[in-house]
């Protein structure tokens, strides 16, 4: 079983639609990050989360560290959010270990 | 004005040589990262510095070589290379370890 899961692998939404893309775990650990891959290739570090919830613009992140889960929300989505989102890991303390899933790949549709 | 810079941004070489990735930060981060993304698109970290000093090595083959001379540079030096070597690698730094990271845009890899 790998350490960290994410679902669903592929979405396609419609403009307009509330998107919503799941990460859970299996370990310990300090940190989740979310990350987003645009289509040209480039990698933007959206959220760093360790408890609650972030908010930036139409991007929502949530995490329960007692159920080992964290939602990526997408608010009024757009094709422009069209993208790969990634969800990893921070082991934390002595391992300084960091683990990615495998990636949520998003298609907006206009 | 680029936060995390890498070159080249593509590479195209024979099986057997040998050749470096440059990564550069002028964030004033203390933390720096190499990270290799294969051809399903699955990231993977290789190696993290802090102040100069390795944190982290995983499982890599030891013809790849991380050095890093000052805070702001972390350059990937791979020797021998070979067909499994294809692949897209970022570089990425961070205030300190465990923190946010910022990619650079990372460098294309392709051993004929």
């Known amino acids: 079983k790998n350490e960290v899961e994410q679902s669903p692998q592929n979405l396609t939404a419609q403009e307009g639609e509330f998107i919503t893309i799941n990460c859970s775990y299996s370990?310990?650990?300090?940190?989740l990050h979310w990350l987003q891959q645009h289509p040209g290739g480039g990698i933007v570090s959206l959220f760093m989360l360790s408890s609650g919830k972030k908010k930036h613009g139409r991007l929502i992140a949530t995490i329960n560290i007692q159920e080992k889960h964290s939602s990526l929300h997408i608010t009024a989505s757009h094709p422009r959010d069209s993208a790969v989102y990634i969800c990893?890991?921070?082991?934390?303390?002595?391992?300084?270990?960091?683990?990615f899933g495998t990636g949520t790949l998003l298609a907006v549709q206009p | 004005d680029t936060a995390v810079s890498q070159t080249p941004k593509y590479l195209v070489t024979q099986m057997g040589n040998d050749k470096s990735i440059k990564c550069e930060q002028n964030?004033?981060?203390?933390?720096m990262y190499w990270y290799k993304q294969d051809s399903k698109k699955f990231l993977k970290i290789m190696f993290s510095?802090?102040?100069?000093?390795?944190?982290i090595n995983e499982t890599v083959p030891n013809r790849f070589s991380p050095k890093s001379p000052d805070k702001a540079h972390l350059n990937l030096h791979i020797n021998s290379l070979e067909l499994g070597d294809s692949a897209v690698y970022f570089c990425a730094s961070s205030p300190f370890w465990g923190d946010e990271q910022f990619f650079g845009p990372g460098t294309r890899l392709t051993v004929l």
């Open positions: 510095y802090n102040n100069k000093e390795l944190i």
């Open positions: 370990v310990g650990i300090s940190a």
């Open positions: 964030l004033g981060h203390d933390t």
């Open positions: 990893a890991l921070n082991y934390g303390g002595a391992t300084n270990k960091l683990i």
